[in-house]
């Protein structure tokens, strides 16, 4: 399986952009890359997904390097609530299912 | 819809114990999912269901864990007996064909 690196944390004033970075050097040329984020006492919520181009949805930004060996989640205009651990992970190539191998995260706080 | 539920939400036992988690998943997904959470190991991939059928149960600790999926809309996962080390959140996720999982709340076990 492909590994993500992440910082394990990073500290976002209220109101501004948090960019969150996530190596994966070793990705294949098939994976895709997830973004969840788990805030505290609750389950992982699925935030965006992309493969080559960059991605955009209502809560996030996904910006994936041309060569796909990093990539950055940007949320444009963090709140408090946006405070959890952001787990960036590489799908497995897998026949069945969505296979997801969470690591450490990054905990970011955004502060007010 | 209601999301991904399972209960019972908190759990307490005494070492020895059997213990079953469980899990409704969302209607219409064919993959289900059932994840630990503890400090020392972060989320951990237990076992996955894709029609219902086992697909890889690597994850499993041993012996004293099973995981069942009779229907569609059912799951169980059962501890027997509960060791301390048990102790731990459980998720249950399920997803349909699409990239993302939906994460149920999450059964806080402990197991004294």
């Known amino acids: 399986d492909a590994k993500t690196t992440q910082p394990p944390s990073m500290d976002c004033a209220e109101g501004r952009a948090a960019n969150l970075p996530c190596n994966h050097s070793t990705i294949s040329g098939n994976e895709y890359v997830y973004w969840y984020r788990q805030i505290h006492s609750q389950g992982p919520q699925y935030i965006i997904h992309?493969?080559?181009n960059n991605e955009t949805n209502e809560m996030a930004s996904l910006i994936i390097t041309e060569d796909r060996k990093s990539s950055t989640l940007i949320l444009p205009h963090a709140t408090l609530r946006d405070t959890a651990v952001y787990y960036c992970?590489?799908?497995?190539?897998?026949?069945?299912?969505?296979?997801?191998?969470f690591g450490a995260g990054t905990i970011l706080r955004v502060k007010s | 819809d209601a999301g991904v539920i399972q209960s019972p939400r908190h759990e307490v036992t005494e070492m020895g114990q059997e213990v079953t988690l469980r899990c409704k998943p969302i209607s219409g997904h064919n993959s289900l999912f059932w994840y630990r959470q503890t400090m020392m190991r972060g989320l951990e991939l237990l076992i996955y269901?894709?029609?219902?059928?086992?697909?890889?149960d690597s994850g499993m600790p041993e012996d004293r864990f099973s995981a069942k999926m009779p229907n569609a809309s059912f799951s169980t996962l059962k501890i027997q007996p509960s060791e301390p080390r048990d102790s731990a959140v459980y998720f249950c996720a399920s997803s349909s064909d699409t990239y993302e999982q939906y994460f149920g709340p999450g059964t806080r076990l402990t197991v004294t």
């Open positions: 992309g493969l080559k």
């Open positions: 992970i590489v799908r497995p190539r897998m026949e069945y299912g969505n296979k997801l191998v």
């Open positions: 269901f894709n029609n219902n059928v086992p697909i890889d």
